[in-house]
């Protein structure tokens, strides 16, 4: 199977989850994030918005921010180009992708990011991703030397070889 169709197969899977059970994961996942030295030690936090059948980011955000974290969620340009900007929930706007982003354009500096939550549809035991196919995060991640972390429904672990572009995820968490 191609990545393009196991991107596909995973979406669908993960459209047709059930909710309840999506639900209880989520809280799951969340509070093993949530438990890690890499998080606990972190100031600055980058997440992403999440569509439906994602992790629940907004659990994530919620509780970065009552633990005080600064949380960045990415900006993308059509060039392939991406950046992280701080979270403000009245600053958002939808994309042709169907993504809520940041409108601001106010870039805070990679070296600055303590620990990135790195979005993906499929995982291999090394960490390494299949994500979106449009390549931001492998590229992001390619200069970047902080944490990373990943939360993933156990369906979504896979057997793949990666391709030469690729970046592997330090931490992948499942339920």
Not at 34 to 53: G, M
Not at 114 to 124: E, R, T
Not at 136 to 163: E, K, N
Request: glycine residues 6%.
């Amino acid at each position: 199977m191609t990545k393009k169709e196991q991107r596909t197969a995973m979406i669908k899977r993960l459209k047709n989850q059930d909710q309840q059970r999506k639900d209880a994961s989520d809280q799951i996942l969340c509070h093993q994030l949530t438990q890690l030295e890499s998080y606990q030690n972190a100031d600055t936090i980058a997440t992403y918005l999440a569509l439906p059948f994602e992790f629940n980011t907004q659990l994530l955000i919620e509780q970065a921010q009552k633990d005080g974290k600064t949380l960045l969620v990415p900006k993308t340009y059509s060039e392939g180009r991406m950046i992280f900007v701080v979270y403000d929930k009245t600053d958002l706007a939808l994309t042709k992708f169907g993504l809520l982003e940041p409108q601001s354009e106010r870039e805070v500096p990679k070296e600055s990011i303590d620990l990135i939550h790195v979005p993906g549809l499929i995982f291999n035991s090394e960490g390494y991703r299949i994500g979106y196919g449009a390549g931001y995060y492998d590229r992001y991640l390619s200069d970047y030397s902080g944490r990373t972390v990943s939360t993933i429904y156990a369906c979504q672990q896979g057997a793949f070889v990666p391709s030469a572009h690729d970046i592997s995820v330090e931490k992948v968490l499942y339920d």
